[in-house]
């Protein structure tokens, strides 16, 4: 591992620590977020996150996947929308990583149809 990606690791280990730790406290502040929208056996939440930004999440009867960041709030509105329209067709999405600690992967849908 070079010393560059160590420090990368390093630093979103940190970042993901005084995250965890704002959790468990509390103290996260305001919380920003759209309107979460139910399509097609989906739910697309868009939020402010502490740690990595605005990003939209597709929670499907299991789990909560990470599909899109973004740098700004319009970004944001413009992506929650694309997912809102795609949501009903995908079988599959990429969960997005955290940084140089988790990879993406290729993730299988399970849609709730019941809600």
């Known amino acids: 591992m070079s010393n560059d990606v160590g420090i990368s690791k390093l630093r979103d280990l940190s970042k993901l620590m005084g995250t965890i730790a704002d959790s468990l406290s509390g103290s996260f502040g305001s919380h920003e977020a759209l309107i979460p929208e139910r399509v097609g056996g989906y739910i697309i939440s868009t939020v402010l996150t502490p740690d990595m930004g605005w990003e939209t999440a597709l929670i499907d009867k299991e789990h909560a996947y990470p599909v899109e960041r973004y740098d700004t709030r319009a970004d944001a509105v413009v992506g929650h929308a694309k997912w809102k329209t795609d949501a009903p067709m995908l079988k599959t999405v990429i969960r997005l990583g955290y940084g140089d600690l988790i990879a993406d992967e290729v993730v ?6 019941n809600n």
Request: charged fraction near 15%; charge should be negative.
């Open 108 to 113: 299988t849908l399970v849609p709730d149809l």
